[in-house]
């Protein structure tokens, strides 16, 4: 079975200042799909960023950006000039392409504190 | 579309009673997941249906747990009788193909 690691359970950041959250990841599929969700304190699981593992490119999407080491299963974000309302829950997830096991697996979380 | 579309919002209900929890996912979304997170446990997916159908249901934790999914439309997640380790939020997720999962607000349900 597949599991996803997200070895920080806290992070903090100066707003305006960069963080990278970790994420690692085992499976033997070769195709699959990757993603961070965000959860802020109102609970509501909203996606930022998704990653095709058949991508080479590394996915972006505005201050959000992934670093996708597929050798290594390494799929880590990193967040670009932190805002306040960035500061929530991260949640990493795992996707498998093949039919019968489309469920997402998560990670623990990381909770991002952001400091004016 | 309005999203996926949970209810209730918050549950309190003593223990063994019956929970009823629903869900709208998107329309034209032919996946819909359950799942439900706790602090100790994270999120954890109980079960999930392709075309209404439930392929996985192997994070049922017992069988007080059961969930349908009659149509295309809707969905139900019930607890009978309810326990108060069952107090958790549930959330309902919805997807077209292995495209995004798109997730309702959940509820929270707590079982005194």
């Known amino acids: 079975a597949q599991t996803v690691t997200q070895s920080q359970p806290e992070m903090s950041v100066q707003e305006a200042e960069t963080v990278t959250l970790s994420c690692t990841y085992d499976t033997s599929e070769s195709d699959y799909y990757l993603f961070w969700y965000k959860q802020p304190p109102s609970r509501q699981m909203i996606l930022v960023i998704r990653q095709e593992a058949y991508k080479q490119q590394n996915a972006t999407e505005n201050r959000f950006s992934v670093n996708f080491q597929k050798a290594a299963k390494s799929f880590s974000l990193k967040i670009s000039d932190s805002q306040l309302g960035d500061a929530a829950m991260y949640f990493c997830?795992?996707?498998?392409?093949?039919?019968?096991?489309?469920?997402?697996?998560f990670g623990k979380g990381t909770k991002l504190t952001v400091n004016p | 579309d309005a999203g996926v579309i949970q209810s209730p919002r918050h549950e309190v209900t003593e223990m063994g009673q019956e929970v009823t929890l629903r869900c709208k996912p998107i329309?034209?979304?032919?996946?819909l997941f359950w799942y439900r997170q706790t602090m100790m446990r994270g999120l954890e997916l109980l079960i999930y249906f392709n075309n209404n159908v439930p392929i996985d249901d192997s994070g049922m934790p017992e069988d007080r747990f059961s969930a349908k999914m009659p149509n295309a439309s809707f969905s139900t997640l019930k607890i009978q009788p309810s326990e108060p380790r069952d107090s958790a939020v549930y959330f309902c997720?919805?997807?077209?193909?292995?495209?995004?999962?798109?997730f309702g607000s959940g509820t929270q349900l707590s079982v005194l």
């Open positions: 329309s034209g979304h032919d996946y």
């Open positions: 997830a795992y996707r498998s392409a093949l039919g019968g096991s489309e469920k997402l697996v």
């Open positions: 997720a919805s997807s077209f193909g292995n495209e995004k999962l798109f």
